[in-house]
């Protein structure tokens, strides 16, 4: 749709939101229109509001406009045919492009103009915080929305990242959903790498259970990052360690309520290194 539209003014991605967001308003309709030169993306229909506005401007009653764009943006001009003839009639005395009503002809839902501003404008700055401040857009993009988030992956380099992009390409149609979602992921930690911004350790008294954090040499991952150790194990790390340092390996385990997989899997991240298996002191030590 960007490719077609090539959108260069807020007021066109606006437009773009509500091409997006319709029903048989892009495909089969506007997207043909544009691309033959018929009309151009500030011409066709992209929400309710467009119809309305455009009929007044045309110079049809303001009632008369409002009862053609409702009927129009639920999709209900192929099932009251006698009121839309009526429409129609009144459009074509009023000099309508026989495009333009065969646009409305095609169109089963039509997105509210208020919504597509209120989307855009969050996009918007959410693109602002991903050009001018790239280390708090990632910090809260893999917070919010990296559910396939894999450390042992991801927190390694780019290129064992590349490797697993590569690994997934390969297996085609035979890639899982969530290996799908990895994928996703995938690309913007990759991304991430190419704009220089590194992963930090994952540690056991830095790292939160589950959001990261934006330090001044890096985005921390949380604990709940590392393969297997889930939210509540994460979480009960999180709540045991405001009581003080953890004296050993089964200090933790005791104090966090952690079972020998979660010891196991937090050892393999590195997060136990130095750290004694119990709190005995040996004399020759």
């Not at 773009?16 to 997207?31: C, E, K, M, R, Y």
């Amino acid at each position: 749709m960007l490719k077609d539209t090539k959108p260069k003014t807020f007021e066109e991605l606006l437009r773009i939101s509500g091409l997006s967001h319709g029903t048989d308003v892009w495909l089969g309709n506007a997207q043909d229109l544009i691309n033959s030169g018929t009309a151009t993306l500030s011409e066709v229909i992209c929400t309710r509001d467009d119809i309305m506005l455009y009929l007044i401007k045309q110079g049809i009653e303001p009632n008369t406009a409002f009862k053609t764009m409702e009927l129009v943006r639920k999709g209900k001009v192929a099932k009251e045919p006698e009121k839309w003839a009526k429409f129609k009639q009144t459009m074509e005395e009023h000099n309508v492009p026989d495009w333009y009503i065969d646009s409305c002809n095609k169109i089963k839902y039509l997105f509210p103009k208020a919504h597509a501003a209120a989307y855009v404008t969050n996009a918007f700055r959410i693109a602002w915080y991903k050009v001018h401040i790239p280390k708090a857009y990632y910090t809260a993009y893999f917070t919010i929305r990296a559910d396939a988030f894999d450390s042992d992956i991801m927190c390694h380099g780019q290129e064992r990242v590349k490797n697993k992009m590569k690994e997934i390409e390969f297996m085609g149609n035979n890639a899982t959903q969530k290996d799908t979602a990895m994928y996703e992921t995938l690309e913007i930690v990759n991304e991430m790498y190419e704009r220089k911004i590194n992963f930090l350790p994952i540690d056991l008294y830095e790292s939160g259970a589950s959001k990261f954090k934006m330090e001044d040499e890096g985005i921390r991952p949380p604990l709940s990052s590392v393969p297997g150790f889930g939210g509540v194990a994460a979480a009960g790390v999180e709540e045991a360690r405001k009581d003080g340092i953890f004296m050993s390996i089964d200090d933790l385990k005791i104090r966090a309520k952690l079972g020998p997989s979660g010891i196991e899997m937090l050892k393999k991240a590195g997060c136990l290194e130095g750290m004694s298996q119990s709190n005995q002191i040996s004399l020759f030590g």
